[in-house]
């Protein structure tokens, strides 16, 4: 047996015990940086994620946003189609020559852009009085004819408080693309259709493109500024020589 003072074993039990604590604490700080270190990667991570996430959903910079109206070239073909009412109409001859007209595109199972549009459309009839069906007329063209049957249309309309002077256009399939396509307003998927507007002047051969969910009072604007004959360009440049 080995024999030892205590004070000797009372040191040897204290460096012993100073060891013991040295080691658990480098190792708990061994412990915590590693978890400091994860910490920032994983919100960086989930930050990343979230901003992929939103990158979906969020609506393009105004910076990349389409100019609210532009002065166009158009060239409307005479296609045998339907109103609300059922009746037959050949689309140049009855709602477009010789008129002032605005033109929207719409279908009846839409519950995104189409209802404010057409909200604005009820807006734009209101301002403009005992002039519509007489100095301007206001079209809604469906972009799902398959569906939009002159009954579902006029049913639609009427929750709009549509008057005389605004017409819902459906048809045969083959003719409403044709129709679409000439308007710009054909997509393959009817949900990715463009909120437009379109206000020309037959006669003049004045048309202007504009945003369909545009304030009523900028609508009635570009519509009387058509029926004055005038464009966007045109507006613009007279606004310019003052």
């Given at each position: 047996?080995?024999?030892?003072?205590?004070?000797?074993?009372?040191?040897?039990?204290?460096?012993?015990?100073?060891?013991?604590?040295?080691?658990?604490?480098?190792?708990?700080?061994?412990?915590?940086?590693?978890?400091?270190?994860?910490?920032?990667?994983?919100?960086?991570?989930?930050?990343?994620?979230?901003?992929?996430?939103?990158?979906?959903?969020?609506?393009?910079?105004?910076?990349?946003?389409?100019?609210?109206?532009?002065?166009?070239?158009?060239?409307?073909?005479?296609?045998?189609?339907?109103?609300?009412?059922?009746?037959?109409?050949?689309?140049?001859?009855?709602?477009?020559?010789?008129?002032?007209?605005?033109?929207?595109?719409?279908?009846?199972?839409?519950?995104?852009?189409?209802?404010?549009?057409?909200?604005?459309?009820?807006?734009?009839?209101?301002?403009?009085?005992?002039?519509?069906?007489?100095?301007?007329?206001l079209i809604s063209i469906s972009?799902?004819?398959?569906?939009?049957?002159?009954?579902?249309?006029?049913?639609?309309?009427?929750?709009?408080?549509?008057?005389?002077?605004?017409?819902?256009?459906?048809?045969?399939?083959?003719?409403?693309?044709?129709?679409?396509?000439?308007?710009?307003?054909?997509?393959?998927?009817?949900?990715?259709?463009?909120?437009?507007?379109?206000?020309?002047?037959?006669?003049?051969?004045?048309?202007?493109?504009?945003?369909?969910?545009?304030?009523?009072?900028?609508?009635?604007?570009?519509?009387?500024?058509?029926?004055?004959?005038?464009?966007?360009?045109?507006l613009e440049k007279e606004a310019?020589?003052?």
């Amino acid at each position: 047996m080995i024999k030892t003072s205590s004070g000797k074993l009372n040191q040897l039990i204290s460096m012993l015990s100073a060891t013991a604590i040295s080691l658990f604490f480098g190792a708990f700080s061994l412990s915590a940086g590693a978890s400091g270190a994860q910490q920032p990667a994983q919100a960086l991570e989930l930050s990343a994620n979230r901003q992929g996430e939103h990158k979906h959903y969020h609506p393009a910079p105004a910076g990349n946003a389409p100019k609210e109206e532009a002065a166009v070239k158009m060239s409307i073909p005479d296609l045998p189609l339907l109103n609300q009412d059922g009746k037959q109409i050949h689309f140049y001859r009855d709602l477009i020559k010789g008129k002032v007209v605005a033109i929207n595109f719409i279908f009846t199972t839409c519950t995104t852009i189409c209802p404010p549009m057409a909200a604005t459309f009820s807006r734009v009839q209101n301002q403009m009085g005992d002039r519509l069906g007489k100095d301007i007329y206001l079209i809604s063209i469906s972009v799902d004819p398959a569906v939009d049957t002159p009954e579902r249309l006029k049913a639609w309309g009427a929750k709009f408080d549509a008057k005389p002077g605004w017409t819902f256009v459906t048809g045969a399939k083959p003719e409403m693309d044709q129709l679409l396509k000439a308007l710009s307003g054909y997509s393959a998927r009817k949900e990715d259709h463009s909120p437009t507007v379109l206000i020309g002047n037959d006669t003049k051969g004045v048309w202007t493109r504009a945003y369909g969910l545009a304030k009523p009072a900028l609508l009635v604007q570009l519509i009387e500024a058509a029926m004055n004959g005038h464009d966007v360009e045109s507006l613009e440049k007279e606004a310019n020589s003052k």
